[in-house]
């Protein structure tokens, strides 16, 4: 049995992680090259990708970074390819892109709600306002295209080469909203028209679950493991009211802080869970322990 800080290091390995230029999708292409693994920057802002890979080699870590569609079969496939000619392997997928409607003052003041993580352009014009009952065909349509389709499409794709060299862990980012129903009286403000956080994020977020143990079961034996991870909200320079009505509905009392997934993150990557398939590690702060 190797020693205890051992069994999280991950040397010779390579990860890639979609979305990897967003809030959450950074610390975590960090927090794997810093266990020891290579690391594909994969997402759509080209450009962000590039700089982080960038500070990442700097810094003397193995990375690289990959503009990536995830929406987009032939992109997903030339991003894997990408990961293959680099590094010859591809050994753990961190599925992070995904369209999410933010409620933070940058998200606002853009006026569009739909924040880009890697996957394709935001679906726009995408105001707060939708209400189920008129919510657009199209804008569901166009969510599940990346959210969900996305994801089988990565997943795929990065399970062939996870075949041919007999081992791959993926993880699969969901939400506390893939658990429970959205509280909208957090997005409600005085004064203001009603705004909503959509019904294609927790109908896409619960899908990622479902996936996820379709894929635990079906490579049963394949020494492939698939878990998700499911964050609460991250305090990403939200105002006082929403931060504080929020935080009075988690059990720690507070949003998290971006690094407080990074543990959980590679927990699941590295041979710590090694006896762990098909499980939702949710990250919540107590928020779902009601």
Same mark, same amino acid.
């Given at each position: ?30 927090t794997l090259a810093q ?29 690289l970074a990959v503009r ?6 032939? *992109? ?30 940058? *998200? ?87 705004? +909503? ?16 143990? +379709? ?59 090694? +006896? ?15």
């Amino acid at each position: 049995m190797p020693d205890l800080p051992d069994i999280f290091r991950l040397d010779g390995r390579t990860a890639v992680v979609t979305g990897g230029a967003g809030l959450l999708g950074t610390e975590f292409c960090r927090t794997l090259a810093q266990a020891g693994a290579s690391v594909v920057v994969a997402d759509l802002d080209g450009e962000r990708a590039s700089q982080l890979a960038h500070e990442m080699t700097a810094a003397g870590q193995q990375a690289l970074a990959v503009r990536t569609d995830v929406s987009t079969q032939e *992109s997903v496939q030339a991003m894997v390819d990408a990961c293959l000619n680099a590094f010859g392997r591809l050994d753990i997928l961190v599925n992070s892109a995904a369209l999410d409607p933010k409620f933070d003052p940058q *998200s606002v003041k853009q006026g569009i709600g739909e924040q880009r993580k890697g996957a394709s352009p935001p679906l726009s014009p995408t105001p707060y306002s939708l209400t189920f009952e008129n919510y657009p065909l199209d804008l569901w349509n166009q969510a599940l295209a990346v959210n969900l389709t996305g994801m089988f499409l990565c997943c795929q794709a990065a399970a062939r080469p996870m075949l041919a060299q007999g081992s791959g862990v993926i993880i699969n980012l969901s939400s506390i909203y893939g658990l429970a129903g959205p509280d909208q009286r957090l997005y409600e403000r005085e004064g203001q028209p009603p705004q +909503y956080k959509p019904v294609y994020y927790s109908v896409t977020k619960a899908g990622v679950i479902g996936l996820t143990r +379709y894929l635990a079961t079906y490579y049963a034996g394949k020494n492939i493991r698939a878990n998700t991870l499911s964050p609460g909200g991250v305090f990403n320079g939200h105002d006082d009211e929403f931060v504080q009505a929020y935080s009075a509905r988690a059990a720690l009392g507070r949003m998290a802080y971006k690094d407080d997934m990074n543990g959980a993150l590679l927990f699941l990557a590295s041979d710590a869970s090694k +006896y762990m398939t098909g499980a939702n590690l949710v990250v919540d702060g107590g928020w779902t322990a009601w």
